[in-house]
């Protein structure tokens, strides 16, 4: 196994832990918001990468796409069929890896990817996978989280206690606009903008243990640590919460900035 290859292993296992579905309920505003920015026509073949619980793909099969969903974590495909269900929506949900998608070449009219690729162990081999299987003159559309807001800020309080992989590109990367052209290629035109997602929790405590509890990468940084370090690291991820607050009233309104990356492949 390559090193690249245990990262994935390791990855795959932190995003399978905790409760990510409880944390999905934050982002979901964010499959819509992506479906606007790339322009999504009803009518059109839609493939979201590395969908966790399905927020692109159901925002796709809400305009009346035909609509795929697809996520290297059982569990959380199982989610994204529910809902599906639930709404009576058709989608085609398909367990499989964002390096290595299951179709042919330009098979797909939008290639989208909300809060999911960045996250891959290859970033290059992940990029170039998104352009392969967007049609010529389709659509590459992405939502990432930038390196300098709120989730940067959370990943290097992380890193603080808990030293990632060598190995391993911060995600953060795939929220700037130089490292997108980097990895995208010159097969595309790329436009960037940012934004940001309002996010409420009961105090900034309530979010660094809602956080503990429920996302993997800060459950298992958190469970990793022997029990007298834990403290700590709940302490700088309240203070995280703390500095970005904008609530007055002991409640946590924090803004979490984005990069919306929408490109058409030559």
């Not at 245990?6 to 296992?13: F, R």
């Not at 290297?72 to 290595?100: I, K, M, Q």
Request: glycine share 8%; proline share 6%; aromatic share 8%.
């Amino acid at each position: 196994m390559t090193t690249l290859e245990d990262l994935k292993t390791k990855q795959q296992a932190i995003w399978s832990s905790g409760a990510y579905s409880r944390i999905a309920w934050l982002t979901s505003p964010l499959g819509d918001t992506l479906c606007e920015a790339a322009d999504v026509r009803p009518g059109s073949s839609v493939l979201d990468v590395a969908t966790g619980t399905g927020h692109v793909a159901l925002a796709a099969a809400r305009r009346f796409c035909d609509a795929t969903g697809l996520d290297y974590v059982p569990s959380l495909l199982d989610v994204a069929r529910r809902r599906a269900n639930a709404e009576g929506l058709a989608v085609t949900w398909e367990e499989g890896d964002a390096e290595a998608l299951p179709f042919t070449d330009a098979s797909f009219d939008y290639v989208l990817s909300a809060i999911g690729v960045m996250f891959t162990a290859d970033h290059a081999r992940a990029a170039s996978e998104l352009v392969r299987v967007c049609r010529r003159g389709g659509t590459i559309g992405m939502i990432n989280w930038t390196p300098a807001g709120f989730v940067g800020e959370m990943f290097r309080a992380i890193a603080k206690h808990v030293t990632p992989p060598p190995e391993a590109k911060p995600p953060g990367l795939w929220g700037t606009e130089e490292y997108l052209r980097e990895i995208l290629g010159p097969g595309v035109d790329l436009r960037v903008e940012t934004g940001t997602i309002a996010m409420r929790f009961g105090s900034p405590a309530h979010f660094a243990d809602f956080f503990i509890e429920n996302y993997g990468p800060t459950l298992k940084a958190h469970g990793s640590l022997p029990e007298e370090a834990r403290p700590a690291l709940r302490n700088d991820l309240i203070a995280v919460a703390d500095r970005a607050n904008w609530a007055q009233d002991g409640t946590a309104l924090c803004d979490f900035e984005y990069v919306v990356a929408v490109a058409t492949k030559r």
